[in-house]
């Protein structure tokens, strides 16, 4: 059983920054990789970034590419997306996910567990 806790949504103006945390408690016999998916009102889930166990592989969605940044800290079990250049594309609630093994993918039913999400308001 994997329980996952977002935090570190809020309300920035359009060109702001702001830091997501997901915290994981995870099985211990298994190297999980982590990912980002955001969901806006009427669109469906879509993936924004993801992380290998290790750290050294990442993945961004193109709508995402050289604005944001996953990464994990010194415990494994926590990951990150720092989103800078914050534009009202970006409003969504932000869900971190773990597929269940070391392999990091963009495809959402690749993940098997979920968190209950962040809300991220961008103004204009």
């Known amino acids: 059983q994997v329980q996952l806790v977002e935090s570190g949504g809020g309300l920035v103006q359009a060109g702001g920054s702001l830091r997501l945390s997901c915290a994981a408690s995870?099985?211990?016999?298994?190297?999980?990789?982590m990912g980002w998916f955001r969901q806006a009102p009427g669109k469906e889930r879509e993936a924004v970034a993801a992380?290998?166990?290790?750290?050294?592989?990442?993945y961004y969605s193109d709508s995402v590419k050289g604005r944001f940044t996953i990464a994990r800290g010194n415990a494994k079990n926590t990951v990150y997306l720092q989103m800078n250049r914050l534009h009202p594309d970006d409003t969504a609630v932000y869900y971190c996910s773990a597929p269940g093994s070391h392999i990091a993918t963009l495809t959402i039913p690749d993940y098997h567990y979920w968190g209950q999400g962040t809300q991220v308001t961008v103004s204009s």
């Open positions: 995870v099985r211990t016999d298994i190297d999980y990789a």
């Open positions: 992380i290998s166990w290790s750290g050294h592989s990442t």
